[in-house]
C-alpha cells in the first residue's frame, strides 16, 4: 500500500512537469554490450526499484539518508567503472531526490537536484535512446520550477530530446510516453496536446522491456496509461476512456493513480 501510494505522488510531480536533427549511430553506446562488463556488480540489480524504494523510505520519514546512501554508492562505482548506464541511473536517481525536496518544501534544493541529473545526462558522450528519454523527462520535470525566460528553450530541448531517443530506437516506449507527456503538459497556446494523444497509444503498443533485465530501464507504461486516460476525459471521450481504463487496470492492478481515475467514468 506505501508503494501504490507513493506512485501517486510522483504522479503529481511529473504532471508538473520540431523536427529530428541526424545521428550518428555508430558511436551510441549499446546497454546490452554494457551489461556484460557490469553485471557482476551486484547494486545494479533491481536499480529501479531499488532507487523508488529508497525515495519511498526517505518521504515516509522525512530524512533522505536511503537516497544519499544509494547516490554515493552509485556515485563510488561510476568512478570505478565510469560507464554511461552506471551514469544513467545516478542521473534518475536525481530526478527522485528531486521530487523528495520538493515534498518536504525544499524547492530550492529541489531544482539543483534535477538540473544535476540534467547536466550529467547532458556532457555524457555517445549518449544512446534510453539516455536521451531520460533527459528529456528530466528537462521537462525541470520547468515546473519555473526557468522564467529560458522555459521555451527548455521545452524546445526536451522535444528534440525525446525525438533523438525515437530516432535511435523507434521500440522505446519511454521515448514515445516523454515525448507525449511533453505535448501533454504544453498549454495549447504554445501549440500543446496535439501530439499526446497519436504518442500515448504508441507507448502503450511497446513492450516495457525488450528482453526482461533487471539492470536496465522498465518504467514508462503505466504512466502512459494514466496520462492516456485523462486525455480521453478531457476530450469527454467516455468510451476511449473506459477502453483504456480496463487495459491498464488490467495490466497494473495496483496502480493507485490508474484506480483513482475510476470515479471520473462512473456513470459515462
Not at 518536504?104 to 541529473?117: N, R, S, Y
Not at 477502453?243 to 492492478?253: T, V
Request: with cysteine; hydrophobic share 40%.
Amino acid at each position: 500500500m506505501r508503494r501504490i501510494l507513493l506512485l501517486f505522488v510522483v504522479s503529481l510531480f511529473l504532471a508538473c512537469r520540431g523536427n529530428t536533427s541526424k545521428i550518428d549511430l555508430t558511436h551510441v553506446v549499446s546497454y546490452q554490450l554494457q551489461l556484460k562488463e557490469i553485471q557482476s556488480d551486484s547494486l545494479l540489480l533491481g536499480i529501479q526499484d531499488q532507487i523508488f524504494d529508497a525515495f519511498v523510505q526517505s518521504l515516509m520519514t522525512k530524512d533522505n539518508k536511503p537516497l544519499e546512501k544509494l547516490a554515493l554508492e552509485l556515485e563510488t562505482l561510476n568512478r570505478e567503472k565510469q560507464h554511461n548506464l552506471i551514469l544513467y541511473w545516478r542521473s534518475y536517481l536525481q530526478f527522485y531526490s528531486s521530487i523528495y525536496y520538493q515534498q518536504v518544501g525544499d524547492k530550492k534544493t529541489a531544482e539543483k537536484e534535477v538540473e544535476k541529473g540534467i547536466d550529467w545526462l547532458e556532457s555524457m558522450e555517445n549518449k544512446n535512446s534510453e539516455d536521451y528519454a531520460l533527459l528529456a523527462m528530466l528537462q521537462s520535470y525541470s520547468l515546473s520550477f519555473g526557468k522564467g525566460m529560458r522555459a521555451p528553450a527548455i521545452s524546445k530541448a526536451a522535444r528534440k530530446n525525446a525525438k533523438h531517443a525515437m530516432a535511435i530506437d523507434s521500440m522505446n516506449l519511454r521515448a514515445y510516453y516523454v515525448y507525449a507527456s511533453i505535448d501533454f503538459h504544453t498549454p495549447a497556446k504554445y501549440g500543446g496536446g496535439k501530439e499526446a494523444e497519436e504518442y500515448l497509444l504508441k507507448a502503450i503498443s511497446l513492450p516495457s522491456q525488450k528482453v526482461k533485465n533487471e539492470f536496465l530501464p522498465s518504467w514508462g507504461k503505466e504512466q502512459a496509461y494514466e496520462m492516456l486516460i485523462k486525455l480521453y476525459i478531457k476530450k469527454e471521450d467516455w468510451e476511449s476512456a473506459k477502453k483504456y481504463y480496463q487495459e491498464g487496470i488490467e495490466k497494473f492492478p495496483e496502480s493507485y493513480t490508474i484506480n483513482k481515475l475510476a470515479s471520473k467514468l462512473v456513470g459515462k
